[in-house]
């Protein structure tokens, strides 16, 4: 009993130590995985806190469990929008792009470290994939939001990508321990299996668990429950039965997320705290099986095998996938750069450990070291390289806060929250009034909280600088409502409104029309054209809201579209008439 009670101290002072330090992290601009990574390294047998824990085989059980947890919640979050727009550019980074890296790092890596190709070829495998866990955390808690074609393409690229990178280091152990079983053939079989019974079984278990959403009537903390528990059945029935359980688990996710119910935001706040604690826990055992000094003691090589792959062998391998899709220079070298190696690489780099694969452990030693740089290098510049590369689009004006009340099985009640600040056009103001003018009687207000206590509402009743105003009204008046809390300087555009344009655009006007209107030049045929084809035509691919078209000295900005993808709003900026 005192020994169970020691591990749950550990663990509880382990977690209790990372969370607090999240705060430093985010001063620092590291990511918080890199800072679990080291908190658990610390607290392991070279650290202070001298914990010897050499079992590989707890760590892969925590590893598989965690990554579950992590690729359902990604799912639960990704919009199948995201699918139209970066479906198969990411298919093929998920295939083409972790064979393209591993086999050039594999070259490399052969020639560094002077071992045998197929050894060679199994470390550049082990770090040949982006993690999931890397991805979804440094993408969504990084504080920039990227245009969505590169979110996207990452995003769905880091959760349909394990299978691959799983067959491929599956294979060359086999060529290293079994090589007379060991085949191309095999390796097309178990790859179309895994596929197939992936995307089947997912689609089937998220179907179910969508329906099962919709029908119980549960406590509100046992929907989420429920969800973690079939999500898990699907990622383990859906190994058992040969197939991709990485892959299904997210496609489950990705299916219940998108059939939205009463239930729906229940789930996601409970499973938020779930895939921080998997993403905790996780990498703390990982830091935790590391031993520091062996990483020292191939810390040159691993710091040039890094190198070549951030630098090299990914951009190469994202270029040539992604060249026919027309992306535009700088958003290759983002996707290229944001290639994240996490948890994905050090679990992997366990399996030739426990099938005793000779030299393995220099195979984990270098597979940590190479997950330590990519964290510190590329996981602390997400922000920096989407600014220096142009590919985040500004933040809307937008609630301070939104909440959905179901009123029923298929209808929810939006409530919007906006801060009252200084000089914005709401202060002195009657909320009644911001409300009738910004949406008529589609917009409501239902509450002003003053200094922490709710206010009643009466008719001499005026807005001050720190109130809290909460409206219902549906999301389409989340923007202009925002603007009557907004304080600018006199004739100051927002960041939003002048990444978009001063004016907004019918998208079905002509483009003939607009290009007289505005004296800017276009092609003879395109004056016939409406304003979308005629972006459309020029874009040359599906459009994302941040795609922009510069003609003559106007740019003409994608500003919103529809569930379809089909442009709704054009943004124009015209040139500064100062000198």
Known sequence: MTALNGLFLLAGVLLFISVLASTVSARLGLPLLLLFLIVGMLAGEEGPGGVRFNDFASATLVGHLALAVILLDGGLRTRIASFRVALWPATVLASWGVIGTAGLLGVFATWLLDVDWRMGMLLAAIVGSTDAAAVFALLRNSGVRL???????????????????????????????????AGWWRFFTMLFEQLTLGALMGGIGGLILARLLIKLKLAEGLYALLIVSGGLMVF??????????????????????NRRCHATEHV?????????????????????????????????????????????????????????????????????????????????????????????????DVAFAVVLVSLLVQGATVPVAARWLKVEVPPQD?????????VGDKAALDLLEYKVVSGSAAEGRHPDDIAAARGGLAVRCVSVVRRGKLLPLQIDTRLQEGDSVWFAAADEYAESLAH??????????????????????????????????????????????????????????????????????????????????????????????LP
Not at 398 to 406: I, K, N, T
């Open 147 to 181: 245009n969505e074609r590169v979110k996207a393409t990452l995003e769905i690229e880091s959760g349909a990508n394990d299978p691959m990178a799983i067959l491929l280091v599956t294979i060359l152990v086999e060529m290293l321990l079994m090589p007379e079983q």
């Open 268 to 364: 996601l706040r409970v499973m938020d705290g779930l895939a921080w604690l998997a993403q905790a826990g996780m990498f703390l055992v990982l830091g935790l099986l590391v031993t520091p000094s062996l990483l020292l003691d191939h810390a040159a090589e691993a710091l040039a095998m890094a190198v070549f792959l951030m630098l090299v062998a990914r951009p190469i391998a994202v270029v040539i996938g992604l060249w026919p899709f027309k992306y535009q220079p700088r958003e290759l070298a983002y996707v290229s750069w944001v290639g994240l190696r996490g948890a994905v690489p050090i679990v992997l780099a366990i399996v030739p450990v426990m099938m005793g694969v000779p030299d393995s452990r220099l195979l984990f």
């Open 236 to 257: 383990a029935a859906t190994n058992l039965a040969g197939g991709s359980g990485f892959l299904a688990v997210y496609l489950a996710g990705l299916v219940v997320g």
């Open 484 to 577: 009557a809390f907004t304080a600018n300087a006199a004739n100051e555009l927002s960041a939003h409104a002048s990444f978009f344009g001063e004016f907004i655009v019918d998208p079905e006007c002509l483009a003939g029309e607009l290009a007289q209107a505005y004296g800017f030049v276009l092609e003879d045929h395109e004056s016939a054209l409406s304003l979308r084809d005629m972006m459309r035509a020029r874009l040359g691919r599906r459009a994302v809201v941040g795609d922009r078209l510069k003609i003559g000295a106007f740019v003409l900005t994608v500003r919103e579209m529809d569930a379809r993808g089909v442009i709704t709003q054009v943004g124009l900026k015209c040139p500064s008439l």
């Open 398 to 406: 937008e609630p301070v806060d939104r909440r959905e009340v179901w």
